[in-house]
């Protein structure tokens, strides 16, 4: 985790003299963290006996999001924003994450978005040796690249497609592990009234894996699969103090591996579901909290894959 931070630093060190620079147009600085229970923190698969070992953790997420607004007609964001997820009894699920975007006003109802994700190290964890514990060196450094253009459509509409390609590379035990990741997406907002806002959308990825030998197993390793999502959401204002959100999402799973030898993928199908709730609750113009709830639970072709997550939420935010 020393090079992620570092890396974090590092952008804040770049971030801060933007914000001296800009102090003359519209700078928003935003800080905050929540405090996650997720009861499914771990979940490994030791590929040798097909077991599953799970357990939960509190998680500490803070934050900040740093954006700038060029003025005039057409204007340009700016955004850097670095969250970071400590674990308080599994250090080893520690990461971090930094988003720079940028989004270019194309016509007054049409604008451009390019968004780049670091993830300097994240556990993968679903490989297990000895008596059920993570093996360090099971992590992916992630770079994700993706852009996004959208239109209004009138006062209360608007559409928005998406394109991604990202990279999870491996430490070299687990190259086997390598992913190369294409996906699109499409999403609607419609405003049917000035406090309610409905959001659906649907996604395509295939993740590529390198493949290759199981590092415990010995055994075919292919984790290359295609995946199909679909959501939709509905957030609602109460007065000017309260905002509710719920979503649903649907995502399917298909492995493609042919590798007869790989247990852990070959003619593996998964079906996960999701449901979030979370309420908003503004205390003042700069400070809000909030409360939520997601239940996760997944079926699939193989045993050892079926799960049911809860994570439950409570988080404040504060807006210079």
Excluded: C
């Excluded at 239109?151 to 687990?174: C, H, M, V, W």
């Excluded at 909030?290 to 997550?309: F, L, P, Q, V």
């Amino acid at each position: 985790m020393i090079r992620a931070v570092r890396t974090g630093l590092l952008l804040a060190a770049i971030a801060a003299p933007l914000a001296a620079e800009a102090a003359g147009g519209p700078l928003h600085l935003e800080a905050g963290a929540d405090l996650k229970y997720d009861d499914l923190a771990i979940y490994v698969i030791n590929p040798a006996t097909g077991r599953v070992a799970t357990k939960g953790d509190v998680i500490a997420e803070p934050f900040v999001t740093l954006s700038y607004t060029t003025p005039g007609r057409l204007p340009t964001k700016w955004l850097i924003d670095i969250t970071a997820d400590f674990y308080a009894r599994h250090s080893i699920l520690n990461y971090q994450t930094i988003r720079l975007l940028m989004k270019q006003s194309l016509t007054p109802a049409a604008s451009l978005a390019v968004k780049y994700t670091l993830i300097p190290e994240i556990f993968f964890g679903d490989d297990v040796m000895g008596p059920g514990l993570p093996v360090g060196d099971q992590t992916y450094q992630v770079h994700v690249l993706q852009a996004t253009a959208d239109r209004d459509f009138g006062p209360g509409l608007n559409a928005a497609l998406t394109g991604k390609y990202a990279i999870r590379d491996a430490e070299s035990a687990f190259e086997y592990r390598d992913v190369t990741v294409w996906g699109a997406a499409a999403d609607a907002v419609w405003r049917p009234a000035p406090r309610t806002k409905v959001t659906v959308g649907a996604a395509y990825e295939h993740d590529a894996a390198k493949g290759g030998r199981n590092f415990f197993s010995g055994r075919p390793d292919d984790a290359t699969y295609d995946q199909y999502t679909a959501f939709v959401a509905l957030a609602r204002s109460f007065g000017k103090t309260w905002q509710a959100t719920g979503r649903y999402r649907h995502r399917w799973r298909l492995y493609a591996t042919d590798l007869a030898g790989d247990v852990l993928h070959h003619g593996r199908t998964d079906r996960t579901d999701s449901f979030l709730i979370e309420a908003v609750y503004r205390l003042t113009d700069s400070v809000h909290v909030k409360a939520g709830y997601e239940s996760i639970w997944r079926d699939s072709t193989r045993s050892y894959a079926r799960y049911h997550e809860n994570i439950s939420t409570l988080g404040v935010n504060y807006r210079f």
